[in-house]
């Protein structure tokens, strides 16, 4: 019996290792690297970038069919995602456009702190390289926070870097 179960547990051993290998050097592409992003190889959309020093952050990301839509407050226009994260060096994060995105004007984007709804929101360090790129300060029910908003025509078939936010 002894000799049977330490024939399972080698051949076990043996199967996790052998599958693991098998996956790692026939699951990808020749030109991809485990964990790395080429952003390269983006033909649409943005990458902004977040460094958070203190606290764990949120993301915001709404569409405007139009400027006067999108100025109106920072949580006006049809928001779209909510991405979060902790304190972090400098995070990268792609925003992919979709065929939705055609109906609207504008994308408008800003980043707070998780936790202190009252204080104001990060500051935008970086415009980035967005054609008519905008940075305003919008109200936020009793606090001002700045928001970027890009022309969505620039993002639908050009990959940008953009903005970048911190606190």
Known sequence: ???FSAH?????VVAIVGFGLYYFTHDSDSNDVKGISDLSQK????????????TSWDLFQYLCKD??????SADSGKRIS?????????KNIYISPDANWNNYSYLKLYVRSSYDVISDGF???????VPDTDVLELTLGSSKQKAVILPIISILETYYQSASFSN
Do not use: R
Not at 43 to 54: A, L, M, R
Not at 67 to 72: A, F, G, L, S, W
């Open 43 to 54: 033909s649409s959309g943005v990458t902004i970038y977040i460094t958070s020093k203190n």
């Open 67 to 72: 400027m006067e839509e999108c100025t109106k």
């Open 82 to 90: 909510k991405t979060s994260g902790d304190v972090v060096d400098l």
């Open 1 to 3: 019996m002894k000799g």
């Open 8 to 12: 399972l547990v080698i051949f076990a």
């Open 123 to 129: 500051e935008v360090v970086s415009y980035g390289n």
